[in-house]
């Protein structure tokens, strides 16, 4: 069964941290990119990070987050990370995992969410 799972959200303090995990099954992760996106409630989903597959590793990570985030791989594990430092209040959201893979056919998949709060 081809599926994305996120895990490792919670409930932080102001200036804490957490590490969000997206681990795939079913399919390998080397040849998709993957982007975590978040959506807090009443906005509009947004991009926060992204890593290129694996023939290049670049990374990009939103404005709103620079210096803050950093997105990683695993692959041996097929696993993708968010590690999120300094967390503010407004990082408050469901955080989303996507892996894409464009081709002659293009393969899209998404996670079903985990929630990361930050709050004192």
């Known amino acids: 069964q081809v599926q994305l799972v996120e895990s490792g959200g919670g409930l932080v303090q102001p200036g804490g941290s957490l590490r969000l995990s997206c681990a795939a099954s079913?399919?390998?992760?080397?040849?998709?990119?993957i982007g975590w996106f978040r959506q807090a409630p009443g906005k509009e989903r947004e991009g926060v990070a992204c890593?290129?597959?694996?023939?290049?590793?670049?990374?990009n990570v939103a404005d709103s987050v620079k210096g803050r985030f950093t997105i990683s791989r695993d692959n041996g594990k097929n696993t993708v990370y968010l590690q999120m430092n300094s967390l503010k209040p407004e990082d408050t959201a469901v955080y989303y995992c996507?892996?894409?893979?464009?081709?002659?056919?293009?393969?899209?998949?998404w996670g079903q969410g985990t929630q990361v709060t930050v709050s004192s």
């Open positions: 996507k892996a894409e893979r464009l081709g002659l056919v293009h393969l899209v998949y």
């Open positions: 079913g399919f390998s992760l080397d040849y998709y990119a």
């Open positions: 890593i290129i597959s694996n023939s290049d590793g670049g990374t």
